[in-house]
């Protein structure tokens, strides 16, 4: 069994930061991306950032103010967000693609999220 567990939301003023954590745990043999994706209200889930084999990819609305990194030895990803805007309160959600380690097969695991709200 594989879950994925996220933390770090809150409450947060406009400019300023807050760091999520995903934490991947069970029965892994290897993690091969992580995404975060947010979905604010009446919207659709949109990818915010990704991170794979060490390389990365973010969302144009959140270039230059989010970093997303990995921890390969606590399987843990963060996403670091700087100068948060009031349109970047949302739900947070970590997206993890693993291969399981009995059967070597993939496995898509969500989280159930962390709210960030950004303040005006």
């Known amino acids: 069994q594989v879950q994925v567990v996220e933390s770090g939301g809150g409450l947060v003023q406009a400019g300023g930061s807050l760091r999520l954590s995903c934490v991947v745990s069970?029965?892994?043999?290897?993690?091969?991306?992580v995404n975060w994706y947010r979905q604010a209200p009446g919207k659709q889930r949109e990818l915010v950032a990704a991170?794979?084999?060490?390389?990365?990819n973010y969302a144009d609305s959140v270039k230059g103010r989010f970093t997303i990194s990995g921890d390969n030895a606590k399987n843990t990803v963060a996403l670091q967000m700087n100068s948060l805007k009031p349109e970047d309160t949302a739900v947070y959600y970590c997206?993890?693609?693993?291969?399981?380690?009995?059967?070597?097969?993939?496995?898509?695991?969500w989280g159930q999220g962390t709210l960030v709200t950004v303040s005006s």
């Open positions: 997206n993890a693609l693993v291969r399981t380690l009995a059967t070597r097969t993939y496995l898509e695991v």
């Open positions: 069970g029965s892994i043999f290897s993690i091969n991306a």
């Open positions: 991170i794979t084999s060490g390389s990365t």
